[in-house]
């Protein structure tokens, strides 16, 4: 399957750099998610890729041909839209046909695709409707149906979860994630929710105003950000990001941030200098006793309960930090805790450059 | 006892909402109640002191006279020919250009399009006389084509600027999809702008259509016989050397009426979306 290649590839909105000397080369069949904030330029991307944008600058490649400037209709490439794009003059079945009315098919041989199509996303029953009597989690289905009828090699999806209700959203990456192992394509998807990169993808490319600060498999972004807005944007709840200097002290290296010190045990790993300690929430343990190497005093300030999972907010001296909990946890207003972690789980990145430094010290 | 007050607010304002409405309603319907009474009074009757409100012997002298003996089916004919064609050049040109105006970005744009607009600023009366001069160059006084040429531009600004906002409301993206289905943007013109913004187009069409309908001046200047001639300067033949025959006028003014009257009626949902620019969901 071809790879896509975008090469210094640049597009501004007037005065607006939507993307700046962009390069990114996804091999053929891999799902990868372009993550990051709005505007950053996800949909930009998705757009060249497409052919609805031409680049100001730059090479767009599939395989090895040069596809900068063709239009759309040449391209092997389709796209779901973020609002479904559905038209809503024609009925359910005319909107998952249209590709193929393109490319000219025997009308049996449509009935037959559109068929397939439907029963594999089960929306056959609604073939006959209009799209405009659908419910949000059908109209996607339809979007990702016309999109699937095309057969196309490249399949784009531009933020298809964020118009779903938080329970259709769960369902919908279940179900899309079973569906795109099914079908050998390259997917790319593009959304503002590090859930859908972790749960969905094999390569995480971040997007952040108009550049792409890392692209690497899911796990490698997850244990090794790039930098510190990579580090607290790829994770939910955010990274805990604290400032630190790592001193010399006794002859022992130790990353110093006034109420949280943790020894280095391997003096190799890190330099002394001015720091951010990373700690994600996950890997920050409460409770009444704990056997991680490092237990910390804490207060706990208030808890916020998301799904059946909590995020406690504790103080540790002069610093707030979140750590996640499975299951509903009780409020307690100022209640002493102690706060646990494990060196080999903290990120550090350089306060200077805000680059990635080391994990696990 | 707020409650009460407030209440009692509202009902002062629904009283003078309503009274509002329908003074405005007797403003405009009492010219079209007076035409109508004048065409079914006597000639007596028309002239009469103290006015007659309600006549009471009803006379169709002035229908039958102007049907039978002024060419009127003539005039009418003309009028229908010359205002559907002009409504039709309109939107057909309109179209494409509210297109351009609405998904593509040129160069000097927002001027072109203010230019475009100006055109109806102008008082008619100003450009009459170059406008004689140059049909009469192109052979085209007293030629029906004269008027659907120049409805169909008077009307075409308004056309290109309304169908815009109506294009502006089609998503970007149902096109982008379109195209990328692998359809070609001309498809794709025909295949999702033109079905979407037909209620629009449609709209268009029939404002175009009253716009020009009892035009008179334009009428008055470029046409002299009834090969060309419309129902307002038809009407207007009837102020003859015998006196003005009011009944007739009434009678003509009545049935000129009758097309515009009835396209409202049945049309109005689409036409007030027409008329407020597009910008009502």
Request: hydrophobic share 50%; net charge neutral; proline share 5%.
């Given at each position: 399957?071809?790879?896509?290649v975008l090469?210094?590839v640049?597009?501004?909105?007037?005065?607006?750099?939507?993307?700046?000397?962009?390069?990114?080369?996804i091999?053929?069949?891999t799902?990868?998610c372009?993550?990051?904030?709005?505007?950053?330029?996800?949909?930009?991307?998705?757009?060249?890729?497409?052919g609805?944008?031409?680049?100001?600058?730059g090479?767009?490649y599939?395989g090895?041909?040069?596809?900068?400037?063709?239009?759309p209709?040449?391209?092997?490439?389709?796209?779901?839209f973020q609002?479904?794009?559905?038209?809503?003059?024609?009925?359910v079945?005319?909107?998952?046909?249209?590709?193929?009315?393109?490319?000219k098919?025997?009308?049996l041989?449509?009935?037959?695709?559109?068929?397939?199509v439907?029963s594999?996303?089960?929306i056959?029953?609604?073939?006959?409707?209009k799209?405009?009597q659908?419910s949000?989690?059908?109209?996607?289905?339809?979007a990702?149906?016309?999109?699937?009828?095309k057969e196309?090699?490249?399949?784009l999806?531009?933020?298809?979860?964020?118009n779903l209700?938080?329970?259709?959203?769960?369902?919908?990456?279940v179900?899309?994630?079973?569906?795109?192992?099914?079908?050998s394509?390259?997917?790319?998807?593009?959304?503002?929710?590090?859930?859908?990169?972790?749960?969905l993808a094999?390569?995480?490319?971040l997007?952040h105003?108009?550049?792409i600060?890392?692209?690497d498999?899911?796990?490698k972004?997850?244990?090794?950000?790039?930098d510190?807005?990579?580090?607290?944007y790829?994770?939910?709840?955010?990274?805990?990001?604290i400032?630190?200097?790592?001193?010399?002290k006794?002859?022992?290296?130790?990353?110093?941030?006034?109420?949280?010190?943790?020894?280095?045990r391997?003096?190799?790993?890190?330099?002394?200098?001015?720091?951010v300690l990373?700690?994600?929430?996950?890997?920050?343990?409460?409770g009444?006793?704990?056997?991680?190497?490092i237990?910390?005093?804490?207060?706990?300030i208030?808890?916020?309960?998301?799904?059946?999972d909590?995020?406690v907010?504790?103080a540790?001296?002069?610093?707030?930090?979140?750590?996640?909990?499975?299951?509903?946890?009780?409020t307690?207003?100022?209640?002493s805790?102690?706060?646990?972690?494990?060196?080999?789980?903290?990120?550090?990145?350089?306060?200077?450059?805000g680059?990635f430094?080391?994990?696990?010290v | 006892?707020n409650?009460t007050?407030?209440?009692?607010?509202s009902?002062?304002?629904k009283?003078?909402h309503?009274?509002?409405?329908?003074v405005?309603?007797?403003?405009?319907l009492?010219p079209?109640?007076?035409?109508?009474?004048?065409?079914?009074?006597t000639?007596?009757?028309i002239?009469?002191?103290?006015p007659i409100?309600?006549p009471k012997?009803?006379?169709?002298?002035?229908?039958?006279r102007?049907?039978?003996?002024?060419?009127?089916p003539?005039f009418?004919?003309?009028?229908i020919?010359?205002?559907?064609?002009a409504?039709l050049?309109?939107?057909?040109?309109?179209?494409?250009?509210?297109y351009?105006?609405?998904?593509?970005?040129?160069?000097?744009k927002?001027?072109?399009?203010?230019t475009?607009?100006s055109?109806?600023?102008?008082?008619p009366?100003?450009?009459?006389?170059p406008?004689?001069?140059?049909?009469?160059?192109?052979h085209?006084?007293?030629h029906?084509?004269?008027?659907?040429?120049i409805?169909?531009?008077?009307n075409l600004?308004?056309?290109?600027?309304?169908l815009?906002?109506?294009?502006?409301e089609i998503?970007?993206?149902?096109?982008?999809s379109?195209l990328l289905?692998?359809?070609?943007?001309l498809?794709?013109f025909f295949?999702?702008?033109?079905?979407?913004?037909?209620?629009?187009?449609a709209?268009?069409?029939?404002i175009?259509?009253?716009l020009?309908?009892g035009?008179?001046?334009?009428?008055?200047?470029l046409?002299?016989?009834?090969?060309?001639?419309?129902?307002?300067?038809?009407?207007?033949?009837?102020?003859?050397?015998?006196?003005?025959l009011?009944?007739?006028?009434?009678?003509?003014?009545?049935?000129?009426?009758?097309?515009?009257i009835?396209?409202?009626?049945f049309?109005?949902?689409?036409l007030?979306?027409?008329?407020?620019?597009?910008?009502?969901k």
């Amino acid at each position: 399957m071809d790879r896509i290649v975008l090469d210094n590839v640049s597009k501004s909105y007037g005065p607006k750099k939507a993307l700046d000397n962009i390069s990114l080369e996804i091999e053929g069949g891999t799902f990868v998610c372009l993550l990051g904030p709005p505007g950053g330029g996800k949909t930009t991307l998705l757009k060249l890729i497409a052919g609805l944008e031409q680049p100001d600058s730059g090479k767009i490649y599939f395989g090895d041909r040069d596809f900068t400037n063709e239009p759309p209709n040449k391209r092997d490439v389709s796209m779901v839209f973020q609002d479904f794009a559905l038209y809503p003059h024609m009925s359910v079945f005319k909107n998952i046909a249209s590709p193929l009315y393109a490319k000219k098919l025997p009308a049996l041989e449509i009935e037959r695709k559109v068929q397939e199509v439907a029963s594999f996303l089960r929306i056959d029953r609604f073939l006959g409707r209009k799209v405009t009597q659908l419910s949000g989690g059908e109209m996607q289905r339809v979007a990702i149906g016309r999109a699937l009828a095309k057969e196309a090699k490249i399949v784009l999806f531009d933020e298809i979860f964020v118009n779903l209700d938080y329970k259709l959203r769960e369902q919908m990456r279940v179900e899309f994630k079973n569906l795109v192992d099914r079908l050998s394509i390259t997917t790319i998807i593009s959304s503002p929710d590090p859930e859908d990169a972790l749960s969905l993808a094999n390569k995480v490319a971040l997007v952040h105003e108009g550049a792409i600060l890392q692209y690497d498999e899911r796990e490698k972004v997850y244990n090794e950000p790039a930098d510190v807005f990579t580090g607290a944007y790829f994770g939910y709840p955010e990274m805990n990001m604290i400032d630190c200097s790592v001193v010399m002290k006794n002859g022992q290296l130790l990353i110093d941030a006034d109420s949280i010190q943790i020894p280095v045990r391997r003096n190799d790993t890190v330099a002394a200098g001015a720091y951010v300690l990373g700690i994600r929430p996950e890997s920050l343990l409460i409770g009444e006793t704990l056997s991680t190497p490092i237990v910390i005093p804490a207060k706990m300030i208030f808890t916020e309960v998301i799904g059946s999972d909590t995020i406690v907010h504790i103080a540790v001296g002069d610093h707030t930090l979140e750590a996640f909990v499975p299951g509903i946890h009780r409020t307690v207003s100022h209640e002493s805790i102690m706060a646990g972690l494990d060196p080999k789980d903290i990120y550090l990145f350089r306060k200077d450059t805000g680059l990635f430094e080391t994990r696990g010290v | 006892m707020n409650q009460t007050k407030v209440k009692r607010e509202s009902l002062a304002f629904k009283v003078g909402h309503y009274l509002f409405i329908i003074v405005m309603i007797f403003i405009f319907l009492l010219p079209l109640y007076w035409m109508l009474t004048t065409s079914i009074k006597t000639r007596t009757d028309i002239i009469h002191w103290p006015p007659i409100y309600i006549p009471k012997v009803i006379d169709f002298e002035g229908y039958v006279r102007v049907w039978e003996h002024q060419n009127i089916p003539a005039f009418y004919l003309n009028t229908i020919i010359v205002n559907i064609s002009a409504a039709l050049l309109a939107v057909a040109f309109g179209i494409p250009g509210a297109y351009a105006a609405s998904r593509y970005k040129f160069w000097q744009k927002d001027n072109i399009m203010f230019t475009i607009l100006s055109v109806r600023f102008l008082p008619p009366a100003t450009a009459l006389l170059p406008i004689f001069i140059l049909f009469k160059w192109l052979h085209l006084i007293d030629h029906p084509l004269v008027l659907i040429i120049i409805y169909a531009g008077v009307n075409l600004p308004l056309v290109v600027w309304v169908l815009k906002s109506f294009f502006d409301e089609i998503p970007l993206a149902m096109e982008e999809s379109y195209l990328l289905d692998g359809h070609s943007r001309l498809k794709s013109f025909f295949k999702i702008i033109i079905p979407l913004g037909a209620p629009g187009i449609a709209a268009m069409f029939m404002i175009c259509i009253f716009l020009t309908w009892g035009e008179f001046l334009f009428a008055i200047v470029l046409t002299f016989s009834q090969k060309a001639q419309t129902l307002p300067v038809g009407t207007a033949n009837l102020e003859g050397d015998i006196g003005v025959l009011w009944n007739q006028i009434a009678a003509c003014g009545v049935m000129a009426a009758i097309p515009i009257i009835l396209i409202i009626v049945f049309f109005q949902k689409y036409l007030v979306r027409g008329f407020s620019f597009g910008i009502l969901k």
